[in-house]
């Protein structure tokens, strides 16, 4: 398998930025989930399981640092005020939490059409990144495994060509530069049949899918064991095997 896409997810839930190469660190890609919108009269986290209108937004790093929004009709701010009007609610732009601060909470959902075991009111991340998980740092799916859906419905930082990743639960691999732990495949949520920018339609029966033939399970995390630079075309190598 080899990388045929790499993708940085600046502010969660929102549209990310494609990428030629990234240096891939202890918490992942930089910047990867490095901020969040959260709702000021509640405090909570906003994802797009609760708030369907995040994925119509994107995100990118700026140069010399910090994050900046693309709304929906081109506008790019970081002026809270838009991002309030968009959403239609009080919003602030929060960066993650560092060792030390408060674990955030997030909204839950409000139209669960199939049960779902990933769901959850309480964050259980470690500080850092807004992942979903403490062993969620890098998450890799291939062709094989999309098959006819779009892979932007599982907003994996790694798309691989090919087949093959949920065999490698557990063991260790080198991606460009960079040694990984392969875990084990990830839990999926309703955001998976969300609406999506340029034609991507609701579609229900795609949760139910990965529920009945994959028990709920696409894609796979991985934990970086050494820092490294992957690109475009690098290999997926389980340690100990040929290239």
């Known amino acids: 398998m080899r990388v045929l896409e790499l993708w940085r ?4 839930s929102l549209q990310g930025e494609r990428l030629t190469e990234a240096e891939i660190g202890p ?17 909570l986290g906003l994802t797009a399981r609760r708030v369907p ?13 910090g994050v900046e ?6 506008t790019v701010t970081t002026d809270e005020g838009a991002l309030s009007a ?3 609610r009080r919003v602030e732009l929060r960066a993650a939490p560092g ?10 959902p409000v139209d ?10 309480q964050w259980e991340g470690a500080p850092g990144p807004f992942h979903d998980s403490p062993r969620i740092r890098l998450s890799l799916v291939s ?13 994996a930082n790694v798309v691989l060509d090919g087949e093959g990743e949920d065999g490698l639960n557990g063991q260790e691999a080198d991606l460009g530069t960079a040694r990984l732990r392969l875990g084990v495949p990830i839990p999926r949520c309703v955001m998976t049949t969300r609406p999506q920018p340029g034609g991507l339609a609701r579609d229900t029966t795609v949760l139910k899918t990965i529920h009945r033939e994959r028990d709920g399970l696409l894609a796979v995390r991985a934990a970086v064991l050494s820092d490294g630079v992957v690109r475009t075309g690098d290999a997926l190598v389980p340690v100990g095997s040929a290239d």
């Open 86 to 88: 968009w959403l239609g």
């Open 112 to 121: 669960e059409e199939v049960p779902d075991p990933a769901e959850w009111l």
């Open 9 to 12: 997810y600046p502010v969660k």
């Open 143 to 155: 062709t094989g495994t999309l098959g006819s859906w779009d892979r932007r419905r599982f907003r």
């Open 27 to 43: 918490l992942g890609i930089p910047g990867d989930r490095g901020w969040a919108l959260f709702d000021r009269d509640t405090g």
């Open 69 to 74: 929004v693309v709304l929906p009709d081109g």
């Open 53 to 65: 209108e995040l994925l119509f937004g994107a995100a990118r790093l700026r140069t010399g640092g």
């Open 99 to 108: 060792d030390g601060d408060v674990v955030p909470t997030y909204e839950a």
